[in-house]
């Protein structure tokens, strides 16, 4: 069977307005802040970044949020439509949207307005009512008068203008997670008596107008895409019969109903809808989707959490929504539409949903990939040229060194792998048996279907010794053999009643009875939840003042996971662990105590290989231990170098 007998659905063209897209795949919007702090024009890397997706077959490429008004944007990432009267900006639009659209891709700007939401600090948030925040109860919200309705559908109108002017091929209004349409259509914030609130017609109207009149300033067959939270998610707010109500409203208006989910402006929880994670179902949202497009003739979009091929075919196949659309997706991995289509499925990166690329953007202004080396380094990508062909071996088989060997074949080198355990994967194969972490194996898959498909000569049960690096003699050696874990030099650290963080995964009948996790960073949260959820009596001690939560705090709150922090193990007991508190010495009983206190360096292993080869290069948790997004890029890059200088 060839690919598209295979994925019919996925790769039949659609056409909205009067604009035909090449398939049903749509790159979702997910923001950069990488815009010229004075400029606030997209640059090189901003360019290379859209570009790269646009090369990998996706047929509309959302660049994502546009503040539409200028007092509304709080930081560089929003300007971007909005600094209309900047030459550099509208230059650097035209460039942008030429690189998307010369790929066979569609430009697509996200339109919005933060309304109470506002990153914009001030006395007040302008609002459908008056009120304060939900999250911020300090900000004063103040209802909008009709004179700024007004003014608000106009910006609207005048951005969706300027972008068509620029080379945008479609706009979507974004009218859901809380923005300023989304707080008109919402009983929770729209309090109003006028033609603007009460009725479901009133709360869309806002919406309405501004479809139409785009519609009329920019043509009927201009696109007009309409992002909505299909559900709110929230105490207080609308449920799918909101959504459903919503997109009637629409229906006739918008040429794509975008069927999002979740207000994260009612509460935190919601975000979890909003961008589901590993806690979550791939695909959990579709089902809002699919009830909303039982009551509309428009076409409908779902999104949240998607990438696996089948699943893809099949909401597109059984009718639950006309299009599919990813951020993280493919961010994780931009080929996705041309390898489904050329019949290469088994290469797909497939998204963990771990947030590393949504983190990085907010802490390091990029959007980095725990497992697609490349995000974030496309204009590095486009300077690689080819290289004398080598001979080189990798040390470890762990996410390193599986990348590492992976990229230095596809560079055209002669690659041996040895791992010294008798299965690729290293350290995370701990984890492949636990349910919110099954995307983890399915990497590891990929990684091994790579390797063989690339002929890497791959020998398990193989440690890298001087020895062998003299017997194999390669031009190049990339030591990738990880860490050990961290074992604290304390009274009774080795007792039978001791277990390590990586042993509990993959064997948890070890933990018996009460359970004590020390540390409780990712993973021994992680694994308090997991076992948490399988009914152990479980809690956690960090010696810090806070644990690494991260995107797992409100589970951790759901399932009611202790975490007491400010506390340090001194002594391990046969019926406990004995701590040190800012209140003093406290013992916390248990029969099972897990260390999850990270790992080390193994510096002396890679010293004794450093000299037993010209090029010689370090990658992942040998070099410093952090997380599979560090030791992915490591190894990619210490490839890329090979034969090069």
């Not at 690919?3 to 919007?29: D, H």
């Not at 009725?199 to 109207?205: D, G, H, I, P, T």
């Not at 759901?558 to 010495?585: S, W």
Request: hydrophobic letters at 40%; a negative charge; glycine letters at 12%.
């Amino acid at each position: 069977m060839n690919t598209i007998e295979r994925y019919p659905n996925l790769f039949k063209p659609i056409k909205l307005g009067n604009t035909y897209f090449r398939n049903r795949i749509f790159s979702a919007p997910a923001g950069l802040l990488d815009l010229d702090s004075v400029t606030k024009a997209p640059g090189f890397d901003y360019i290379s970044y859209w570009e790269r997706k646009a090369k990998g077959g996706a047929a509309s490429i959302n660049v994502g949020e546009c503040a539409v008004m200028d007092y509304d944007a709080g930081e560089s990432r929003y300007e971007l439509i909005r600094m209309k009267d900047r030459v550099h900006n509208y230059n650097g639009l035209s460039k942008l949207t030429d690189a998307i659209s010369r790929n066979g891709a569609i430009a697509t700007a996200e339109l919005q307005h933060f309304g109470a939401a506002s990153l914009k600090q001030g006395l007040f948030q302008l609002g459908p009512s008056d009120g304060r925040a939900p999250l911020n109860p300090e900000i004063l919200r103040r209802a909008m008068t009709e004179e700024q309705i007004e003014q608000v559908i106009e910006e609207f109108v005048e951005a969706a203008a300027y972008a068509k002017d620029r080379g945008f091929g479609m706009v979507m209004l974004h009218a859901g997670h809380g923005w300023l349409l989304n707080q008109f259509f919402s009983p929770f914030f729209n309090q109003r008596t006028d033609k603007w609130g009460g009725s479901a017609e009133n709360r869309a109207r806002l919406t309405v107008t501004i479809v139409d009149r785009i519609h009329e300033r920019c043509g009927k067959g201009f696109p007009v895409e309409v992002r909505i939270s299909g559900a709110e998610l929230f105490d207080g707010g609308y449920g799918v019969e909101g959504g459903i109500e919503f997109a009637k409203q629409l229906d006739g208006h918008a040429d794509l109903i975008h069927v999002s989910a979740g207000n994260p402006y009612g509460t935190n929880y919601s975000s979890e809808w909003t961008h589901p994670g590993i806690f979550k179902d791939g695909g959990c949202n579709v089902w809002l989707a699919a009830e909303i497009k039982k009551h509309v003739s428009t076409p409908v979009a779902t999104v949240g959490g998607l990438s696996d091929p089948d699943e893809l075919e099949e909401i597109i196949a059984s009718g639950k929504a006309d299009v599919v659309e990813m951020a993280r997706g493919l961010i994780c991995d931009p080929d996705l539409p041309v390898k489904l289509r050329t019949g290469r499925e088994k290469e797909v990166r497939k998204c963990l949903r771990c947030f590393n690329c949504i983190t990085s953007m907010y802490s390091r202004g990029r959007l980095y990939c725990a497992i697609n080396p490349e995000s974030g380094k496309e204009r590095e990508v486009l300077s690689l040229h080819s290289v004398p062909r080598k001979h080189v071996l990798v040390a470890g088989g762990g996410m390193a060194g599986m990348e590492a060997a992976i990229t230095a074949a596809q560079n055209g080198h002669e690659v041996t792998l040895c791992e010294k355990a008798g299965e690729l994967g290293g350290v995370l194969l701990c984890e492949t048996g636990v349910y919110f972490k099954t995307r983890i194996g399915e990497h590891i898959e990929r990684q091994k279907y790579m390797l063989e498909k690339l002929g890497v000569d791959v020998r398990l049960n193989t440690p890298v010794t001087p020895a062998l690096v003299g017997e194999i003699n390669p031009d190049a050696l990339i030591v990738a053999i990880g860490g050990k874990p961290i074992r604290p030099n304390i009274p009774g650290i080795d007792g039978a009643n001791v277990v390590s963080v990586e042993d509990a995964f993959a064997n948890p009948d070890l933990v018996k009875g009460k359970a004590l996790v020390i540390g409780a960073g990712r993973s021994g949260i992680e694994l308090g939840i997991w076992l948490k959820e399988k009914g152990v009596d479980i809690s956690l001690i960090e010696a810090k003042e806070s644990g690494s939560a991260g995107n797992a705090a409100s589970k951790v709150t759901r399932v009611g996971l202790e975490i007491v922090v400010n506390t340090k193990a001194k002594e391990i007991k046969a019926d406990g662990v004995l701590c040190d508190t800012p209140d003093g010495e406290k013992f916390f009983a248990a029969d099972t105590v897990v260390l999850a206190l990270g790992v080390e360096p193994l510096w002396d292993e890679v010293d004794a290989l450093s000299s037993f080869a010209g090029e010689f290069y370090q990658a992942g948790d040998c070099r410093a231990p952090r997380n599979i997004m560090a030791a992915t890029g490591e190894g990619w890059t210490m490839a890329n170098l090979v034969g090069r200088f």
